[in-house]
């Protein structure tokens, strides 16, 4: 018996929302089996990308990019299907993608960083 994904309508973004992963989709799709669905990585994977994001941009000089560079990312990743708008992290690694002002909350701020998806540097 094949599981699917669990849809709900997010009526103030508008659009449908998968309960268990976070996925995001502008139209229904409530058949989506649970094999495509796209869940975020562990906890512990979590903690590791975050721990060597944080590594890498410490030893090269933690530089960090402007509101203008942030807003620019932000803005591809919010129309990313792997982007969890509920929660304003990533799928496809697990880290916070924001408007925030630290880099250490905030991977798009991290200068050394690039999008696990190739869609910015």
């Not at 309508?9 to 996925?23: F, K, L, Q, S």
């Not at 933690?62 to 304003?88: F, H």
Request: charged share 25%; with cysteine; hydrophobic share 30%.
């Amino acid at each position: 018996m094949t599981e699917y994904c669990n849809f709900v309508w997010d009526g103030d973004n508008e659009h449908w929302v998968c309960t268990r992963c976070g996925y995001v989709s502008p139209a229904p799709k409530n058949a989506i089996p649970i094999s495509e669905c796209k869940p975020s990585p562990s906890l512990f994977k979590q903690a590791i990308n975050y721990t060597k994001a944080v590594a890498t941009h410490i030893a090269t000089g933690a530089k960090t990019r402007t509101d203008e560079e942030v807003a620019e990312r932000l803005k591809i990743c919010e129309s990313c299907e792997r982007y969890n708008l509920k929660g304003g992290f990533c799928t496809v690694c697990g880290c916070k993608c924001n408007a925030n002002k630290s880099a250490f909350t905030n991977k798009i701020r991290m200068q050394s960083q690039k999008c696990p998806d190739g869609k910015w540097n």
